[in-house]
């Protein structure tokens, strides 16, 4: 861990696990490492980075003007699957926020992760900017494996990929919004608006994903693999099929997972997906969950990643 941390403090990129899914980590107070986290994962660069620290104390290092509300939220569930996003301080760069006057913080619940974050603070360091480990689109890794069948071959030699084994959570943080006077939720995870408002006592505002791509008038193919998904489809054969264990397999279907619960489904989801594209298969039909908690985002991440389909 602190040969890792002295790497992120040279600039170089250091990949590791959170429970969500694997960052791909740079020092987020340096410019130059964090324009390679750019690069490496070939993603525009006015879309804002979140930054990891160790813990709560570090929020007041990257964010100013914190309402009571985030204190509450930043309490209560860190560390673990929910980014703040927050007015920003002067140390948060235009680098790391895509210009805007927010920065997005969390302090993720990974022994690993926790570890890295603890020795890279005590080498003087402040925040460490990790978007997910994937090249822009793509499904994001929950397996060191899959951070390096994804970008071994934009990395560089002095750069770290740390295995602390397959993701607990499975699908990425639930980020809100801590600007407004009520916390609205930009991106569904494992922390869901009920919790929220049990928290906060505030009623919760959400951006409805769907909206969101009818209004941006394309939709947005994100968390996609190769593979076509299919949402509302009957499974023919020859087709991949994701689906709660009670489903059968029709005959000549390839059945990729059979997950019991919803938060079994969240966690194998992306790993699936990658053995769809690992077997070749050029279609994947996927029986949503259906019901509030993670089966929200479950939905918004399957939503995305068939394109509308
Ligand atoms: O679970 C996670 O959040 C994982 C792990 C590695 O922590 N990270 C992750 O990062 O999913 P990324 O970059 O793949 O997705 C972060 C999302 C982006 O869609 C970005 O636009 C949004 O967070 N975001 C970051 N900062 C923001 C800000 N200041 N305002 C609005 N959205 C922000
Ligand atoms: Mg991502």
């Known amino acids: ?116 974050l603890e020795a890279f603070e005590k080498e003087g360091g402040k925040g460490v900017a990790a978007p997910s480990a994937n090249r822009f689109g793509h499904v994001s890794p929950t397996t060191a494996a899959a951070v390096v069948e994804e970008l071994a071959g934009y990395l560089s030699k002095e750069d770290l990929v740390l295995d602390g084994g397959a993701c607990a959570v499975g699908v990425e943080s639930t980020i809100i919004d801590c600007t407004g006077f009520l916390p609205r939720v930009l991106r569904p995870g494992a922390i869901s608006i009920a919790m929220i408002e049990e928290v906060t006592g505030l009623s919760t505002l959400s951006v409805d994903g769907q909206d969101e791509m009818r209004v941006s008038g394309s939709l947005e193919n994100h968390y996609a693999p190769a593979a076509k998904v299919l949402l509302y489809e009957t499974p023919m054969p020859g087709q991949g099929l994701i689906a709660y264990n009670g489903v059968k397999t029709p005959s000549g279907v390839i059945r990729l997972a059979s997950p019991r619960d919803d938060e079994e489904f969240a966690q194998i989801l992306y790993a699936a997906l990658r053995q769809a594209d690992a077997q070749g298969l050029s279609e994947v039909v996927v029986m949503q969950p259906i019901g509030a908690g993670i089966a929200v985002a479950i939905r918004d991440r399957l939503t995305r990643a068939s394109n509308g389909r």
């Open 1 to 116: 861990m602190a040969s890792a941390a002295k790497q992120l403090i040279a600039g170089d990129l250091v990949a590791f696990p959170t429970e969500t899914v694997y960052g791909l980590g740079a020092d987020a107070s340096n410019s130059a490492a964090v324009a390679r986290i750019y690069s490496v994962k070939g993603r525009p660069n006015d879309h804002p980075l979140i930054v990891h620290i160790a813990s709560m104390d570090r929020m007041g290092d990257w964010a100013s003007d914190v309402p009571e509300y985030a204190i509450a939220l930043a309490r209560e569930f860190w560390p673990g699957p929910m980014t703040l996003v927050l007015k920003r301080s002067e140390l948060a760069g235009d680098f790391v926020t895509g210009g805007q006057d927010t920065v997005g913080v969390r302090v993720p619940n990974h022994v690993v992760a926790l570890a890295l």
